[in-house]
């Protein structure tokens, strides 16, 4: 994988670490990780953004995409 995959998690995780409710930053990662075929890590985010807003459309969506 490019390296910028690797780089662009890690500082969305760091960004999810000092903001744990920081829930564009969850989608992003699941995004990313979906991407990066991650998806068991993809739902664990997704989970995650449904845990504080459950019904969450962007992330019921993506988490479609972990089911392909």
């Avoid at 662009?8 to 995004?31: C, H, Q, T, V």
Wanted: overall charge negative; charged content about 35%.
């Amino acid at each position: 994988l490019p390296i910028c995959f690797d780089e662009a998690a890690e500082d969305l995780n760091r960004a999810i670490a000092m903001k744990p409710n920081y829930r564009d930053a969850r989608l992003s990662l699941a995004g990313l990780y979906i991407e990066m075929d991650k998806k068991d890590l993809a739902q664990e985010e997704i989970n995650a953004v449904l845990k504080l807003i459950p019904g969450d459309t962007d992330a019921l969506k993506l988490q479609e995409q972990t089911k392909e």
